[in-house]
């Protein structure tokens, strides 16, 4: 009867510890009630947004309010560079018709992209694009958490109307953005 007693607390015990460990050394996911959508800041500090992992929003009627937004884990604060990646077939024109706003928290930055760098076979853009990457401008980000990222541009294009289809208004789509530390 003694042993019986003895066994009993002993297995409640280690179900107790492995019940308590087991996610531990991992990120938030559905199961705990947070999102598994989340975008996590990566090691060297660089933030990267890819249109197909954000939430988007598209305006038939007035394209200039077609906007992107993701939900970002920042673990660093401080000031980065912000760079827009842009599929193409003009490597001279992104065609960008307004400027692009990006805004996290109460800061945001606007610009209008240019071609500042030509990336050709890029693993992200097929045969006849190519993708040009922008650089946009610096911004300040103090605090450290969880943020809503939010792009605003007329190239944040549905899916469905770039599909490798060319007309004219369709020479630039935005890819992606990226959060790159300014290291002093």
Not at 80 to 87: G, H, I, P, T
Not at 104 to 119: A, N, S, Y
Request: charged content about 25%; some cysteine.
């Amino acid at each position: 009867m003694r042993r019986g007693f003895f066994y009993l607390p002993a297995i409640v015990f280690v179900f107790a510890i492995i019940a308590s460990c087991t996610g531990s050394g991992k990120r938030p996911d559905s199961t705990n009630g947070l999102s598994i959508n989340k975008i996590w800041q990566q090691p060297d500090g660089t933030i990267s947004l890819h249109l197909d992992k954000a939430d988007c929003y598209s305006d038939v009627a007035n394209p200039s309010e077609n906007t992107a937004e993701w939900d970002v884990v920042v673990s660093r604060s401080g000031r980065y560079n912000v760079w827009l990646s842009s599929a193409t077939l003009d490597t001279t024109d992104l065609n960008y018709k307004n400027k692009v706003m990006i805004s996290v928290q109460d800061t945001r930055i606007e610009g209008l992209p240019e071609c500042d760098r030509i990336v050709r076979n890029a693993e992200d853009v097929a045969y006849p694009y190519y993708r040009a990457d922008s650089f946009i401008g610096s911004m300040y980000i103090k605090d450290t958490g969880e943020f809503q990222i939010q792009v605003i541009s007329e190239q944040i294009l549905p899916k469905e109307k770039f599909n490798g289809d060319v007309s004219g208004e369709d020479l630039s789509k935005l890819l992606s953005v990226s959060f790159t530390p300014v290291k002093r």
